[in-house]
């Protein structure tokens, strides 16, 4: 980095590098931001088990024709289905929310990354022209 320095003023160098390196590593967090978001509310997983049981409940049914016992199974396991299906809908609509607003959020410091040499250079000059006059 100090050749970059020899060759270049600082401001040069510093642009150079907010548009290189500063950049790719800008994207390198947001891409790890929205890994983590996935990652966190496990949408994979979700998708694989969206129609399976609540933490894997139910009745498991031990043979024999007993009316009583096949119905108390089958409301049960269904009951536990439900309300998998249920939680499991209310954390990927929850996850998903999460994930536009990092998504939106990492697009809006995208933008103000692009123009804070612009900023920083502006607001240099007015606050000089501030203390002016």
């Known amino acids: ?3 970059v320095y020899e ?3 600082f ?3 510093y642009v150079k590098w907010h548009y290189s390196q500063g950049l790719r590593e800008l994207f ?3 891409h790890n931001f929205l890994w983590f978001v996935g990652h966190f509310f496990s ?3 979700l998708f694989k088990t969206w129609f399976a049981p609540w933490k894997r409940l139910g009745e498991n049914y031990s043979g024999g024709f007993d009316l009583k016992t096949i119905f108390s199974s089958l409301v049960v396991n269904s009951l536990m289905r439900i309300a998998g299906f249920i939680s499991k809908t209310v954390i990927l609509i929850v996850g998903f929310i999460a994930y536009i607003l990092v ?3 990492t697009l809006f410091i995208f933008i103000i ?3 804070l040499p612009a900023i920083l250079l502006g607001s240099f000059v007015l606050a000089v022209t501030f203390f002016l006059i």
Do not use: T
């Open 1 to 3: 980095m100090f050749e």
């Open 7 to 9: 060759r270049d003023s």
């Open 11 to 13: 401001f040069w160098a």
């Open 28 to 30: 390198g967090v947001a």
């Open 43 to 45: 949408f994979r997983l």
């Open 103 to 105: 998504s939106i959020f």
């Open 113 to 115: 990354w692009i123009f």
